[in-house]
């Protein structure tokens, strides 16, 4: 009798596992869905910012090689604004992505502890990190043309320009990072949909 209580009691908890993961798999799988499509305007966003540098840089350069004072005012200002929304987008990315590393942190502790868990948790955490030290790389331009923005001699002219494409480098890697922030949420989509198959084929044998 007890034997058949005990494998009765393990019968119910095995089905219960399997139900909770059954329930929490449409919920992860919107979720990556998501995630790609945020990484696809993100990198649409990141390509307008370079795009948007590069032309603040041809700009400068027409302005200087003329000594157009009133263009390269404008050409500041554009700077100023352009470098303004990117501290707003590093500080709002960096948010996101200490969200991330927060909600994969929970996964892979409280989830079936998968490796592709604990890699999540590992490329959040590089996310974070990298994108923590863009931040700071911008502030620090930031801070620099501050100084030199508005001097018209010719060392500060040449370190404003040296500034600007400073900030089109890290605007590039930037692309560079979405794109393979992509690629990753891309594969792993591919592997829930693997994951999703071998449940359904696990759960027909079952049924059977």
């Given at each position: 009798m007890n034997r058949i209580s005990s494998a009765l009691i393990a019968s119910l908890l095995l089905a219960g596992s399997a139900q909770?993961?059954?329930w929490g798999r449409p919920n992860e799988r919107a979720q990556d869905r998501q995630e790609v499509r945020t990484d696809r305007r993100e990198l649409r966003d990141d390509r307008r910012d370079v795009a948007?540098?590069?032309?603040?840089l041809e700009?400068?350069?027409q302005a200087w090689s003329r000594q157009d004072e009133r263009e390269m005012s404008s050409v500041e200002n554009r700077l100023r604004e352009l470098l303004r929304a990117e501290l707003h987008e590093s500080r709002v990315e960096l948010e996101k992505d200490k969200r991330e590393v927060r909600r994969s942190t929970r996964e892979?502790?409280?989830g079936r502890g998968k490796a592709d868990d604990r890699r999540d948790r590992r490329d959040d955490i590089r996310d974070t990190r990298v994108e923590a030290a863009t931040l700071q790389t911008?502030?620090?331009i930031a801070r620099e043309l501050n100084w030199v923005?508005?001097?018209?001699?010719?060392a500060d002219l040449q370190r404003e320009r040296n500034l600007i494409v400073q900030l089109i480098q890290v605007a590039q890697h930037e692309v560079q990072q979405t794109r393979q922030e992509l690629r990753e949420d891309r594969n792993e989509r591919r592997e829930d949909r693997r994951e999703d198959r071998r449940e359904d084929r696990r759960e027909s044998r079952q049924r059977w």
């Open positions: 909770a993961q059954q948007d540098l590069q032309n603040v700009r400068f350069d892979a502790r409280w911008r502030m620090a923005m508005g001097n018209r001699n010719y």
